[in-house]
């Protein structure tokens, strides 16, 4: 960054001596009798001055070029860790964060997208452009009280006028562009989430409405722009009036002067250039600062995902990993017995509903559990517990006698493989949604069809036309397809705990049994929690926990 606003100031001083140098040019070819009147020695001099100031514009232009090169590579490398920033923040929250953000992930795209670019603008290109205007503002002034300080006063006299104005105008637009930003999210958000599930807008006939509610959405921050470009151009108008007639003002001034001998041509010259290098620069800086205000305006959302706190259970720092491996809280350790002590939990989002009150069991090493009841029971609460997405409110979880707030989070979640009622599977291939399980970079193809293998689900892969490099958004696949795919990635981590969250609901009754023997035969030396409806799908248990209401209670049978 040094680099860019280094050459920022070599070419700021290039186009500071411009007009000086152009005075001198004038006066050598206006008071010498001219170029071609001149004796030889005095046009060799004036040559060589020539050449000089050509060699000067190549540096200045150097210059320029270095200045534009290194705000590039800045302005890209600001906005990559913004972005890498955002991500690492936004992933190690506290899963409350995400139970409480509506639209968390297209919010965070949004500002990936375009508030990240807007950000990196401002520190790089408009802060230059920023420097570059006070540079010619105050640098040119100091010039024009060099040349004539009468003709210096009859310039700057517009300039806390304008100072005024572009204060006041950049706080109301810095207001508008908020509010403008804050309307277009909102209706692109909304959109958004229309088109993600399209399926039941049209089953509902809403299409001609989700287009006319958008359509009014645009029509309000149209009105919104429609404000934002009247302030613009009133103040354009109005600063591009002043200067004009500033300019008007000082060649009176100057003829006259000029007249009385008080003034060169070349220093009327100078003088005029000067006066627009101050003039733009004035301009620059109304016009930079209202837009910067705008900008950081927009880039709030940034600067909000940025400061959000994490909770301290999903952060695991150094020191407290390297305490924990000293603990022996390694893979091995983490299958077994896993119990639950008097856990009481309620979701951040309603702390006065309770989930879970007082609920106590044990799940043996290398035995299956599984837990029953109505819907809103707490069973899936009792997943995530276990896999420490949340904190319980009192009680403890612990893993071999090892209380799960004194775990390392990371290594805890990567000995439990885990199946979801609806298997979440990636835009990539087959392969790369198995990899996704493994916390080893290297895995082999090899061990990838052995998981495959293990979940029954090598030999449909091998149908398909590409086989494990098939992409999944190009893939028809069934239902008990893509779950056995998922259990594929659960176990291929070699994960010493299964849970298998309603794994077979969605299932028809030919596709759950075959999931059903899948999953009885992955779950062979590994603990098991089955968290499940249908007696089809629990039957293999060693033990059942009856869930009771939303009470939490709970009674286990043999």
């Known amino acids: 960054m040094w680099l860019a606003f280094t050459a920022l100031a070599g070419s700021s001083f290039t186009n500071l001596c411009v007009p000086r140098i152009l005075q001198e040019v004038v006066d050598r070819a206006t008071l010498g009798g001219g170029v071609l009147n001149s004796r030889t020695a ?27 090169y290194f705000l590039n590579i800045a302005k890209m490398t600001i906005a990559n860790r913004l972005r890498q920033r955002i991500v690492k923040n936004v992933i190690s929250k506290d899963m409350s964060y995400f139970d409480t953000e509506k ?22 290109d408009k802060s230059a452009k920023f420097l570059r205007g006070l540079n010619s503002t105050i640098g040119g002034t100091c010039m024009l009280l060099y040349i004539s300080p009468k003709l210096t006063l009859a310039t700057v006299a517009v300039i806390p006028f304008v100072g005024a104005v572009a204060m006041l105008f950049s706080r109301k637009a810095k207001r508008l562009a908020k509010k403008l930003k804050s309307d277009v999210n909102k209706a692109n958000t909304r959109i958004q989430e229309r088109i993600a599930n399209i399926k039941t807008v049209r089953l509902a006939g809403r299409e001609s409405y989700e287009i006319e509610s958008y359509g009014k959405q645009m029509e309000a921050t149209m009105a919104q722009m429609r404000q934002n470009a009247v302030a613009d151009g009133t103040f354009m108008g109005g600063l591009a009036f002043a200067i004009n007639a500033s300019a008007l003002g000082v060649l009176y001034m100057g003829g006259n002067l000029l007249r009385t001998g008080e003034l060169t041509a070349g220093s009327l010259t100078s003088f005029a250039f000067y006066s627009a290098l101050v003039g733009a620069g004035s301009a620059n800086l109304a016009s930079v600062f209202s837009s910067m205000k705008q900008s950081l305006g927009m880039a709030d959302g940034v600067f909000r995902l940025l400061s959000l706190p994490t909770k301290k259970m999903d952060s695991v720092d150094e020191s407290d990993s390297k305490e924990m491996i000293s603990m022996g809280n390694s893979r091995s350790n983490i299958a077994g017995p896993i119990e639950f002590r ?26 299956v559990l599984a837990i029953i009841g109505t819907s809103g029971a707490g069973k899936s609460t009792i997943a995530m517990l276990m896999c420490g997405m949340y904190a319980a409110d009192s009680g403890a979880i612990l893993f071999n006698g090892t209380k799960i707030e004194s775990m390392n989070l990371e290594t805890l979640r990567s000995s439990i493989g885990i ?11 087959i392969k790369e949604n198995i990899r996704y ?22 030999d449909f892969i091998c149908d398909l036309p590409n086989g494990y490099d098939t992409q999944i958004q190009t893939a028809t696949l069934s239902g008990g397809q893509k779950q056995r795919i998922a259990i594929a990635r659960a176990v291929v981590n070699n994960p010493s705990i299964l849970i298998l969250d309603e794994a077979t609901s969605a299932l028809d009754p030919a596709g759950e049994k075959v999931v059903v023997e899948t999953l009885e035969r992955v779950s062979q030396a590994r603990t098991v929690l089955v968290i499940a409806h249908r007696n089809s799908s629990y039957a293999w248990a060693d033990t059942i926990l009856q869930m009771k209401g939303q009470s939490g209670e709970g009674f286990t049978l043999s």
């Open 42 to 68: 005095r046009r060799i001099e004036f040559h060589t001055f020539l050449t000089g100031c050509v060699g000067f514009f190549v540096c200045g232009a150097a210059a320029s070029f270095f200045r534009v």
């Open 103 to 124: 639209n968390a992930s297209a919010e965070t795209i949004i500002h990936l997208a375009s508030d990240v670019e807007t950000l990196a603008e401002v520190v790089t």
């Open 342 to 367: 008097n856990v009481s939990f309620s979701y951040p989002t309603s702390p006065d509903v309770p989930i879970l009150k007082d609920v106590s069991f044990t799940i043996k090493k290398g035995k």
């Open 419 to 429: 199946v979801d009622q609806e298997p979440t599977l990636f835009a990539m291939s």
């Open 437 to 458: 399980g493994a916390k080893d970079k290297d895995l082999s193809d090899k061990d990838i069809m052995k998981a495959a293998k293990e979940a029954n689900a090598h």
